[in-house]
């Protein structure tokens, strides 16, 4: 049995029970929020790392984690070691590139020389799209020229503040997109931004890097890891607003400096990001537990069978 994902208790708490009545491994894919990485006990830990889910990680045959960071959280429960299971995320990069620049482009209004930045995310505070409103409306306050982009689901905390935001007519809102749209998002962004707080691992990220485009990321939980700062992308102290803006400010300005991030960045899916690699960890773990097991009941089926098979009777 494999459950997945924190914080939904309930539902892992039934696997685990249906796997004890299955008498059968029980693994788990918790995709810890870590929040801040400055500010250890942040809220966002706090939710992901509560007694009761803390016990459920315990009952766990294995645990895959997404990055270091999730590791080392989980070991600090006092799990051992040999039970956590770095695994981490691909992407198919025919999955989410080959969108029509030019097409999508002339559909948003936007010449081809002009700098696009893109978020694509639940919109809420949460996944920074506030702080990113709030940064781009100081850039533009100081003169930098450049178009938002943002796509996902509205989530209704954000439509108050989307209501009273004085810089609505600047940016683009596309909605949820389909798998077809958000090839041509990408295509047609320069940069992508999520300055979230709730990210495990950050799998748009790696979407980005897929079509060659640099990342602006939160120093918070997965992408904190993820993104090298200054290499393929920019990492950003949680919630100052003004280095957001200055990190926009700098892929607006300079197209080569994008184009150096983003080839940085796609350089290292083949290297690290491939899906057949992550699967192949699945596969391998959970077939030696599936083995261990078979040969701990086939041991305690011989001794019930044959219990003084070592007296010869």
């Known amino acids: ?147 938002l982009v943002l796509s996902g689901p509205m989530m209704p905390s954000f439509t108050q503040f989307w209501s009273q935001y004085r810089d609505r007519a600047c940016i683009r809102q596309l909605g949820v997109l389909s798998e077809q749209q958000k090839r041509a998002f990408f295509a047609g962004i320069d940069g992508f931004v999520l300055p979230s707080r709730t990210d495990s691992f950050g799998l748009v990220l790696l979407e980005a890097w897929a079509n060659r485009k640099p990342n602006i990321v939160y120093r918070a939980g997965g992408p904190a890891e993820l993104v090298r700062d200054g290499c393929d992308g920019f990492q950003i102290e949680c919630g100052n607003i003004a280095a957001l803006a200055e990190g926009l400010r700098r892929l607006v300005q300079s197209a080569a400096l994008r184009r150096t991030l983003g080839d940085n960045g796609y350089a290292r899916l083949e290297r690290e990001f491939r899906w057949s690699d992550k699967l192949e960890i699945v596969h391998a773990v959970i077939s030696d537990a599936v083995e261990r097991n078979r040969r701990g009941h086939s041991s305690r089926t011989t001794r019930r069978v044959f219990p003084n098979s070592t007296t010869g009777a």
């Open 1 to 147: 049995v494999h459950a997945v994902a924190f914080p939904y208790s309930f539902p892992i708490a039934c696997g685990w029970r249906l796997a004890q009545r299955r008498r059968v491994p029980f693994f788990v894919t918790p995709f810890l929020h870590l929040g801040d990485l400055d500010q250890p006990s942040n809220r966002t830990r706090q939710q992901y790392t509560r007694p009761h889910l803390q016990w459920l990680l315990h009952q766990a045959t294995g645990i895959f984690v997404q990055t270091r960071l999730e590791r080392d959280a989980v070991m600090a429960f006092g799990i051992p070691d040999e039970r956590v299971h770095l695994q981490g995320l691909g992407v198919e990069a025919r999955e989410c590139t080959g969108g029509d620049r030019e097409a999508e482009r002339q559909h948003w209004g936007v010449g081809s020389n002009e700098a696009v930045l893109g978020h694509l995310a639940n919109q809420s505070e949460e996944k920074g799209t506030y702080d990113l409103l709030r940064a781009a409306s100081r850039a533009w306050k100081a003169g930098e020229r450049f178009h």
